[in-house]
């Protein structure tokens, strides 16, 4: 019996190379993004692919249920999607910031609810949600982000225990820099919401630390066996983490008090 598997965000970066890697590996994967069009390739590794837009309820709903609808079941969700809205907490908007959040944390909260009941019914699930290192440490300009990631893990936490005993285990993967569109998409963010001001200053140097270890980010495909690993094991961990700095961040994030985290922060900043 192929599982059949959900994955968000499947149209770049670490939600193509999962899909990929899970066609190969004899997975029956369903791949859902806003741009259906930015996935044409995936079809011919049979992977089948689906417009979503995990900020609109009425895009879920329809998706689950035509997964369901064919296949009988839906075993696996890796919720991948995601995006950086950068800039200082004082020159967001309070409607891009409700977007970060629709879009990052409760847009993963409803399809969740949506696939419990079938996974429940079988006895059997797994439930993959992509967090970040920047859901334990928080950089300046990344408040929304970070915010999103921090609540991912708290959500996380508390549905891993709600739910094993129905067979559904929960699984958080921590990603460290990666090579994809998500940095880009940040900069560009905190460019245009932070540039000019009182923080003119911090937004150049970020900007450039940024761009400056571009060249040294992992492949997304780290993180897809990341997360192969992850649901073919029988007894997974809360928590796999992998990618550029993701290791050393979290080991110092672990060790260091918060003075100390923040007076590393601010000095790459000064």
Known sequence: MKRVVLITGASAGIGKATAVLLAERGYKVYGAARRIE??????????????????????????????VEKEGRLDILINNAGFGFYGAIEDVAISSAK??????????????????????????????????????????????????????????DSLRNEVKLFGIDVILIEPGLIKSEWGSIARDNLLKTSSEGDYRS??????????GTDHKHSEATVIAALIYNSIKVK????????????KPILFLRWILPDCLIDRVIIGQLK
């Open 235 to 246: 007894r997974p961990k809360a928590r796999y983490s992998a990618g550029y700095l993701a």
């Open 99 to 156: 977007y970060q959040m629709e879009v990052n944390v409760f847009g993963v909260a409803r399809l969740i609810q949506l696939v419990l009941p079938y996974m429940r019914e079988h006895k059997w699930g797994k439930i993959v949600n992509i967090s970040s290192i920047g859901g334990k440490v928080a950089s300046p300009f990344g408040g929304w982000y970070h915010a999103s990631k921090y609540a991912i893990e708290g959500l996380s």
């Open 202 to 211: 911090m937004v150049e140097k970020l900007t450039r630390i940024f761009g």
């Open 38 to 67: 930015r996935m044409e390739e995936l079809k011919s590794l049979g992977i089948e692919t689906l417009s979503m837009d995990v900020s609109d309820d009425e895009s879920m709903v329809k998706g689950v249920k035509y997964i």
